[in-house]
């Protein structure tokens, strides 16, 4: 092992359009003690002979055939041959700011081991960026700028995917690619936070985001919202939740069910509430929805919220405040 080398997994899977701007970006790092492994997952296009023609060029490129299916076994794959100090993965059709891997590293060294470090992300596309889009870019840039992200870990995923790099022995002591869930990216970012790590605040931009239709997040089924919402109470039932008091989940729309039905099925008693005067007196999975006013009445409760309208969350935020409660401690917003 190389002291200062960054090992970057790369699973790539029919990207061959947009490798050579991802690789170029690597390449042109300001940073050179590299080391890519790129992991080819089944690909049918030209993306595995592309790989290959760069790490002809350069030899800090190696290029693997995937020993399994997905992105899981990819990036295990790749992992296996890596030996960096420190570890990293990039998506093979983004783009890293010149100086990427220079601030990371340097965060790195300065803080020592249990820290992560992450950049600010800038999404971009051919037909523009949705207004979701930027609004996700928006918040989780928040975050990142004072390095808060744990914070919010149960709405959504609080560390990009392809921008964020550890030191070896934290990547090892969180089982790194090892467990097989998916999104692997958002039960990666738990692990990280299940182990006490902290994350460095960062200011600049240091990755391109691409946004396409065909982008994996876009179209395979381990992206759907039930999969994100499965993790969630996974580790929330983990890490968070306290048996010794009571457990509430507020809102009956998808996500409210989704998580109802969860707890349910762990056999796990819950008061469900709710304020739509329709739904109000109504079982669902045999379950009563009361009124929210029935906090008041429980002795010091553990929330989980589903409400996903913006002012209705603030309302909710302002209610618990009122109530003396406290977000990730008393309340977590799913959503």
């Known amino acids: 092992m190389q002291n200062g080398k960054v090992s970057i997994i790369i699973p790539f899977k029919n990207t061959v ?90 965060s790195l060294h300065k803080t020592g081991p249990g820290y992560i470090a992450v950049g600010q992300v800038k999404y971009f596309s051919h037909r523009g960026i949705s207004n979701g889009y930027e609004r996700y870019e928006e918040w989780l840039n928040g975050l990142t700028s004072t390095g808060n992200n744990f914070d919010e870990i149960y709405k959504e ?19 790194g690619f090892k467990p097989q869930r998916y999104p692997e990216d958002y039960d990666l970012t738990f692990r990280f936070y299940e182990q006490g790590f902290k994350i460095i605040p960062c200011d600049p931009v240091l990755h391109m985001w691409r946004d396409y239709d065909t982008r994996t997040s876009r179209t395979h089924e381990h992206y759907a919202q039930n999969y994100f919402l499965d993790i969630k109470l996974h580790y929330f039932l983990k890490l968070n939740h306290d048996l010794t008091r009571p457990l509430v989940v507020w809102g009956a729309g998808f996500k409210g069910k989704k998580i109802a039905k969860g707890l349910k099925k762990q056999g796990l008693e819950f008061v469900w509430l709710c304020d739509n005067p329709k739904k109000i007196g109504k079982s669902i999975y045999g379950k009563e929805l009361v009124h929210f006013e029935a906090l008041q009445n429980l002795d010091n409760p553990q929330s989980i919220i589903t409400v996903a309208n913006e002012n209705a969350q603030k309302e909710i935020r302002r209610y618990f405040s009122e109530l003396e409660q406290s977000p990730m401690q008393d309340y977590f917003f799913f959503c």
């Open 17 to 106: 359009h947009y490798l050579p701007e991802c690789l170029d970006s690597i390449v042109n790092q300001s940073y050179t003690d590299w080391e890519v492994l790129a992991v080819n997952d089944n690909s049918t296009d030209e993306s595995y002979e592309l790989l290959t023609s760069y790490s002809n060029k350069d030899e800090r490129i190696k290029v693997f055939q995937n020993k399994g299916s997905g992105i899981i076994h990819a990036l295990q794959t790749g992992y296996a041959k890596s030996n960096g100090a420190f570890v990293t993965r990039m998506d093979s059709d983004d783009i890293m700011r010149p100086n990427r891997l220079e601030v990371m590293v340097n």
């Open 157 to 175: 995923c609080v560390i990009p995917s392809p921008c964020w790099m550890v030191h070896r022995e934290d990547f090892e002591k969180c089982e």
